[in-house]
């Protein structure tokens, strides 16, 4: 599924790759690939990036809605994913090399509701803790991995969906990735 054919070799390849790639070509990829097969495979802080999402003007949307309605302000950094089934995103802090922690959700192991194979993927839900009315109570995201290497290693990159039902659901979800926060020294 990936361009050259082969699985990238390392999580910088594999991050590279995607911030590359058209919106169709990420969702053929999210469609071809696995869920984690333990939801502790993902436990721990993950780096992220907004990937490219039809185009100029649904991408430049999509930056405004995370970065500065959804960020209030601070570029969004990804996930951490704790042991409880519990996660939180993370923004850049306003603070020099600070990291903040905001918009928590549940994540659990479902089928897919995105595309038609409904194959599993590890799916975020915000609704618990967003007021009814936020424009983030009909959040919901969906990962899976990225094989990496041989495949036989720890999983190290995530693609992800994230869609709002008032924004188009599932129709119009917006691609992402995640790495592990410790490969970042290779990531940039």
Request: glycine share 8%; hydrophobic share 35%; aromatic share 12%.
């Amino acid at each position: 599924p990936f361009p050259r054919g082969l699985p990238p070799a390392t999580p910088h390849e594999a991050v590279s790759q995607l911030e590359s790639m058209k919106r169709k070509e990420l969702l053929e990829l999210f469609f071809s690939f696995k869920a984690p097969s333990n939801q502790l495979d993902i436990e721990g802080e993950w780096n992220g990036c907004l990937l490219e999402n039809n185009g100029w003007i649904l991408t430049t949307v999509t930056r405004f809605l995370t970065n500065v309605l959804f960020g209030k302000g601070r570029k969004w950094n990804g996930k951490a994913f704790r042991a409880n089934k519990k996660g939180v995103n993370r923004f850049h802090s306003k603070q020099i090399n600070g990291t903040d922690y905001q918009h928590e959700f549940d994540y659990s192991l479902e089928p897919s509701r995105i595309g038609t194979s409904h194959k599993s993927s590890i799916s975020l839900c915000y609704s618990k803790y967003q007021f009814p009315l936020s424009l983030w109570h009909s959040m919901r995201d969906e990962l899976k991995c990225v094989p990496v290497g041989n495949g036989n290693e720890k999983v190290q990159v995530l693609i992800g969906f994230g869609s709002m039902s008032w924004s188009g659901g599932k129709l119009n979800a917006s691609p992402f990735c995640l790495w592990r926060a410790n490969n970042d020294d290779e990531i940039q």
